[in-house]
């Protein structure tokens, strides 16, 4: 078979059906929940990318912007033979006309059968966001630091180091839960999830706003083993929490957050379309590379033609990880189908 567009540059490859059919078609169940996915239509983007802020972060450099019609076909070939549903969020970023993307994107959950989480400003009022959870499809809010007004184009972390609370306020905070709402939080800090003050606030959310379904996106930002055990046992106790294991790649990240969190709060997602990139991650203590075939700004540090040949989609290398840790833990099929699938649906339905 020949190669096929997928994304941005990136194309779906014998390759990566080899490794569909050898990893993944007898490992994965018949029904898939992606919980972390960004869906964002092109002209929804005020600022252009520049060359200037491709070179600032990678994945500046990858976060091509994707819209729904192109999300559904990729799910479809990613996918093969699987029943796919997911939980969409446009970019969480000033430079996209975020009201625009908000509406576009909730009708088009409405027409494909997807849900959605609003981005919202922390400066918004209670009554826009309300507005926005009062539709259909729509289960709650994606909050981010990069949503702090006054960001500066020079930099992506002017607002690194924030608070929760400065993106995720207390007047929002005291909706969400009486709307039992939703929320992915992606961390601030460049201490990721174990900084002293993030594991402080998530523990005043829960305490405070017991209702909300707060579910900590990409395991912390526990890339790296350092960062999930210096994180995660401090959040263990608390079984109504939730992690997705969006972006992470590292089969002992996986393996130690099962361990340590039980395969009953975890959800999967893809991150994409970051993820559709080819390529791998390595990792050296604190700290991570990833290794792909286009030549980026990031990727100066090339791997062999031979070696590159056999990159597969970055996606696929995570279901691999993930897959590495449930049989290196021996976990149930049930526990499997519940990360992958099962999870998710239960917070969907509102349960806990």
């Not at 898939?32 to 996915?37: G, N, R, V």
């Not at 709307?179 to 405070?208: C, F, M, S, Y």
């Amino acid at each position: 078979m020949s190669s096929v567009p997928l994304h941005y540059v990136w194309e779906y490859t014998d390759v990566d059906r080899r490794f569909w059919d050898e990893h993944l078609e007898g490992w994965l169940p018949p029904r898939i929940f992606d919980a972390h996915t960004h869906v964002n239509e092109p002209r929804f983007r005020l600022e252009p990318m520049t060359d200037a802020k491709r070179r600032q972060y990678w994945v500046s450099e990858v976060s091509e912007p994707i819209g729904a019609a192109d999300a559904d076909r990729c799910h479809r070939l990613v996918f093969p033979n699987r029943e796919l549903s997911c939980l969409v969020f446009g970019h969480p970023s000033l430079d996209y006309d975020i009201a625009g993307s908000n509406a576009q994107l909730q009708k088009d959950c409405v027409a494909r059968g997807w849900y959605r989480l609003a981005v919202v400003a922390p400066d918004w009022p209670a009554e826009r966001v309300a507005a926005e959870l009062d539709l259909p499809r729509t289960l709650g809010v994606k909050v981010y630091y990069g949503l702090i007004p006054g960001q500066d184009p020079t930099t992506r972390d002017k607002y690194l180091e924030a608070s929760i609370f400065d993106f995720l306020p207390h007047h929002q905070l005291e909706l969400l839960d009486e709307r039992r709402a939703w929320v992915t939080l992606h961390v601030p800090k460049a201490d990721r999830l174990g900084h002293p003050d993030n594991i402080a606030e998530i523990r005043a959310i829960r305490r405070q706003y017991p209702a909300i379904r707060l579910v900590i996106a990409h395991l912390g930002r526990s890339y790296t083993m350092p960062h999930a055990e210096e994180s995660l046992p401090q959040l263990a106790d608390d079984e109504g929490l939730y992690f997705d294991n969006s972006a992470v790649l590292n089969p002992d990240v996986h393996r130690f957050a099962i361990e340590t969190l039980g395969p009953r709060r975890i959800l999967y997602g893809t991150d994409n379309p970051v993820f559709y990139m080819r390529g791998r991650r390595q990792w050296h203590g604190r700290t991570y590379v990833n290794r792909t075939s286009y030549p980026f700004h990031f990727n100066r540090d090339r791997e062999p033609p031979e070696v590159e040949a056999r990159y597969t989609l970055t996606m696929y290398e995570a279901l691999r990880a993930l897959k590495q840790a449930c049989e290196q833990l021996g976990l149930a099929r049930d526990d499997v189908e519940a990360i992958l699938h099962g999870n998710a649906r239960r917070l969907v339905d509102g349960g806990s």
